[in-house]
């Protein structure tokens, strides 16, 4: 799902209206929120700017899933790339009760420079350009810049909003442009040529394909309130004009996460649905810890029906995924899904279309061959139409609550941790080498001493690195102190062996 609102005078489709009038107060919200979890599931996306070393500006409803209910976490993805493997992770920290922001954390510290914001809101048929992301990853992730002007100003304070519409006061207290944003886009920061902050993007009108932006005075407003270290500054006069690629380093790519099952909310389902939802996510993803390299690869492409052995009913355990390839023996279809028996196991699958399933079949009994990864649950007790006790598992089919795009999600998040593993391990090995390397070398007369790693041993020279300069010095062999001689020529397979690793592990920052 990737998010835009799209606005009239009647219809509202993305968030519920707000009901203040313009001013620059903003009402603040602070939310304790959470970063994602491993197993959580990527439910959304939008676009947002960072306002400081750990602090990203973005849309309430790209943070929003329902009213008052917000998504698990978030990853924040930056240029030039804004590739998945480099995103960091986020979590919610404050939302505006009368405007359309949310202010997100980082969970690590970023460079950031100043972001310029105009809070008097520039002259109509200004020149700006939007930022975002529209239409998100459907066809790769990559920013888009598109140009406009300014073409209308919020209504001031002396006038009547039209808070009896729908949408009405955040139409009218909006900057109007003619830049062309669309869904994913939500988020995304509104310049000027110049390079200075006029709004953040937030909507589109339907009937007369405006887009509409947040004015600065409210987005400056609501960062100070947050009370966060944040890089934004008023002012509209620029001693250099910022090019297109340096506005583009603020801008980034947002995911929203959640562990919010597909048919949670549907009333007829199950209450046990959303918890067989989780448990059968956890379960892969500790699944996926077990398995080889080479295997994980064909998970990550994809290729994991055949990972799971065909077995009978009888083979079924609660709290466990099985690939069942048995005859299905259909005994009763209901709303929430089906009663029937699986290889002797009296089972209930629940299914989404349960109640279009019995409209179309009927409940006559039927037997139906069937080969399908289940996630079962903890044996259920209920009462049969002859009112006597009986037990059934409930099953329900995994592709119903984990897509082919979630495992293959949780298949590439277990081989990041993987490869983050084998670095911390490398590295480790790497500081082993150097501590056994490094000693404080002198000369014969004691004029010079150097405390520096021996990485590389020639006859009659070896080649000293310093850790504080990163620089490399070569010295002759007879001008080093006869203890140094002496214990080159003990380690000199360890020299030559782990010298470069040893190096490795001084190499200065990027």
């Known amino acids: 799902m990737i998010y835009l609102r799209i606005l009239c005078s009647l219809v509202l489709l993305w968030a519920p209206c707000c009901t203040s009038t313009i001013a620059d107060e903003v009402d603040l919200t602070k939310v304790a929120g959470d970063f994602p979890s491993n197993v ?5 996306s939008g676009s947002g700017i960072v306002v400081g070393p750990k602090y990203v500006l973005t849309n309430r409803h790209v943070v929003e899933h329902s009213q008052n209910k917000f998504y698990e976490g978030f990853r924040v993805a930056f240029g030039p790339t804004y590739s998945s493997e480099s995103s960091i992770a986020a979590r919610l920290i404050c939302v505006a009760d009368n405007y359309d922001l949310a202010l997100i954390e980082l969970q690590s510290t970023q ?6 914001v105009d809070e008097s809101i520039a002259a109509l048929g200004t020149s700006v350009r939007a930022y975002g992301f529209p239409l998100g990853s459907q066809f790769g992730v990559a920013l888009t810049v598109t140009g406009g002007q300014i073409s209308r ?11 009896d519409l729908v949408d ?12 062309i944003i669309a869904s994913g886009s939500s988020g995304g920061p509104l310049f000027s040529d110049e390079g200075v902050l ?18 600065g005075a409210a987005i400056t407003e609501f960062v100070r309130k947050a009370g966060v270290d944040h890089r934004l500054e008023i002012g509209t006069n620029l001693e250099k004009q910022k090019s297109v690629e340096e506005i583009s380093k603020f801008v980034v790519y947002i995911e929203s996460f959640g562990e919010v099952a597909k048919y949670a909310e549907a009333p007829k389902f199950s209450n046990q649905l959303g918890d067989l939802a989780r448990a059968a996510k956890h379960l892969i993803h500790v699944e996926l810890t077990q398995l080889d390299n080479r295997t994980l690869v064909q998970v990550s ?26 005859v299905m023996t259909v005994i009763q279809i209901l709303e929430e899904g089906m009663l029937c028996e699986l290889g002797g196991v009296r089972c209930f699958i629940l299914l989404p279309n349960g109640g279009e399933l019995r409209a179309k079949l009927g409940e006559a009994v039927r037997d139906v061959p069937t080969d399908i990864v289940y996630f079962a649950g903890e044996a259920t007790e209920y009462e049969t139409v002859r009112g006597t006790k009986a037990f059934f598992i409930p099953l329900i089919r995994l592709s ?11 298949a590439k998040q277990e081989q990041e941790r993987r490869k983050a593993e084998q670095k911390a391990k490398q590295m480790a090995s790497n500081e082993r080498y150097a501590g056994q390397l490094r000693r404080v070398f002198s000369d014969s007369t004691g004029k010079f001493n150097v405390d520096a790693v021996c990485i590389r041993y020639k006859e009659g020279s070896v080649t000293l690195f310093n850790p504080m300069t990163f620089k490399e010095i070569v010295v002759e062999e007879n001008v080093l102190s006869t203890a140094d001689r002496a214990w080159i020529q003990e380690n000199e397979n360890a020299i030559r062996s782990l010298g470069q690793s040893a190096k490795m592990h001084f190499a200065p920052p990027k």
């Open 40 to 44: 959580a599931s990527s439910l959304a």
């Open 111 to 116: 460079q950031s420079g100043a972001v310029f």
């Open 153 to 163: 100003h919020p209504i001031s304070d002396g006038q009547q909003l039209p808070s």
């Open 168 to 179: 009405g006061v955040d139409v009218g207290r909006s900057i109007w442009h003619d830049a």
């Open 198 to 215: 006029e709004g953040l993007n937030f909507a589109n009108l339907s009937e007369s394909k405006h887009a509409l932006a947040v004015p």
């Open 301 to 326: 492409r994809g290729e994991f029906e055949n990972l799971f052995t065909p077995k009978n009913g009888l083979s079924i355990s609660s709290g466990s995924l099985i690939r069942i390839a048995t």
């Open 400 to 410: 119903d609550v984990v897509s082919t795009d979630d495992v293959q999600q949780l």
